[in-house]
């Protein structure tokens, strides 16, 4: 009887724990996303504070593109450069869908408003602190997007952003960002 007394012990606190843990799963929904506006506003007030550039991203989950931009943006080294000149931020725009829940309400609009409703992803705006659009990612030949700067063409078009938007940025850590960009450009 000890022994189918431990053995139910052991059932009933299996029971607890999964009880516990059932809810938190279940609750496990991603949380609506922010609107556009709320991000953009938390975006510049850093920025203003920090004295730098927001470069805010428009993207969408099923951008292969922007995931490698991403993947460029969150290399260690690239990154540090980055975050020295620059507040980054991203809003998803783009999705269809069960994705459809992933946008930033708004932020297809916002994307429009920073030149952007004809261009492809990533799509990318350079803005001051109080929300004036510097530049953007439409710099190829006939206003065409960048988009991941794999190219020569495209690498030189994003580096002359970089210096027109991030006027502290040496030409040394502009030239650890085009190098990564060649080195790790498409095949």
Same mark, same amino acid.
């Given at each position: 009887?000890i022994?189918?007394?431990?053995?139910l012990?052991?059932? $009933?606190? &299996? $029971?607890?724990?999964?009880?516990?843990v059932?809810?938190?799963? #279940? #609750?496990?929904?991603?949380?609506?996303? @922010?609107?556009?506006?709320?991000?953009?506003?938390?975006?510049?007030?850093?920025?203003?504070?920090?004295?730098?550039?927001? $470069?805010l991203? &428009?993207?969408? #989950? %099923?951008?292969? %593109?922007?995931?490698?931009l991403?993947?460029?943006?969150e /290399?260690p !080294?690239?990154?540090?450069?980055?975050? @020295?000149?620059?507040?980054?931020?991203?809003?998803?725009?783009?999705?269809s869908?069960?994705?459809?829940?992933?946008?930033?309400?708004?932020g297809?609009?916002?994307?429009?408003t920073?030149?952007?409703?004809?261009?492809g992803l990533?799509f990318?705006?350079?803005?001051t602190s109080?929300?004036?659009?510097?530049a953007?990612? /439409?710099?190829?030949p *006939?206003?065409?997007n960048?988009?991941?700067?794999?190219?020569?063409?495209e690498?030189?078009?994003?580096?002359?952003?970089l *210096?027109?938007t991030?006027?502290?940025m040496?030409?040394?850590?502009?030239?650890?960002?085009v190098?990564?960009?060649?080195? /790790? !450009?498409?095949?």
């Amino acid at each position: 009887m000890i022994e189918g007394g431990t053995a139910l012990r052991r059932i $009933l606190a &299996f $029971l607890v724990v999964i009880m516990m843990v059932v809810p938190v799963v #279940s #609750s496990g929904q991603p949380e609506k996303p @922010e609107k556009a506006d709320v991000v953009l506003k938390a975006a510049l007030q850093q920025a203003a504070e920090a004295n730098k550039t927001v $470069l805010l991203i &428009f993207h969408a #989950s %099923w951008c292969g %593109w922007c995931r490698r931009l991403d993947a460029v943006l969150e /290399n260690p !080294a690239i990154k540090k450069i980055m975050n @020295e000149h620059y507040v980054m931020t991203h809003l998803d725009v783009s999705e269809s869908g069960v994705k459809k829940t992933l946008e930033n309400p708004g932020g297809n609009e916002m994307m429009g408003t920073y030149g952007g409703a004809t261009s492809g992803l990533p799509f990318y705006a350079f803005l001051t602190s109080d929300g004036k659009k510097m530049a953007d990612s /439409n710099v190829m030949p *006939k206003d065409q997007n960048i988009g991941y700067p794999g190219s020569p063409d495209e690498i030189a078009a994003f580096e002359t952003l970089l *210096k027109q938007t991030a006027p502290r940025m040496t030409d040394e850590q502009r030239g650890q960002i085009v190098a990564y960009l060649h080195k /790790n !450009a498409p095949h």
